[in-house]
Nanobody, 113 residues
């Protein structure tokens, strides 16, 4: 069974940066596509970044140019580097295994002065 555990969330001021990590278990991590989603209060969970097994990345328009998704297959980690954070980026951030449909428990990111 695949488990995903996010970490790195917290409180940051507008314009600041955070780096989230997603630790994955399972022997087939390297061939799975991985994604990041977020859910703001009162809103639906939304996709915003994806990285394939061959490290091809895609982003939603809302984060393109500010967020970077990457992966370390040897360590079974997916990273999300977030820069120029805005208050509207406040949400619970979730890691997702796109091939197997697993989710992490989420990590809270709050952007506020």
């Amino acid at each position: 069974q695949v488990q995903l555990v996010e970490s790195g969330g917290g409180l940051v001021q507008p314009g600041g940066s955070l780096r989230l990590s997603c630790a994955a278990s399972g022997s087939i991590f390297s061939i799975n596509d991985m994604g990041w989603y977020r859910q703001a209060p009162g809103k639906q969970r939304e996709w915003f970044a994806n990285i394939t097994s061959i490290r091809r990345t895609t982003y939603s328009e809302s984060v393109k140019g500010r967020f970077t998704i990457s992966r370390d297959n040897a360590k079974k980690l997916v990273y999300l580097e977030m820069n120029s954070l805005k208050p509207e980026d406040t949400a619970v951030y979730y890691c997702h295994n796109a091939n197997m449909g697993y989710w992490g428990q989420g990590t809270q990111v709050t952007v506020s002065s």
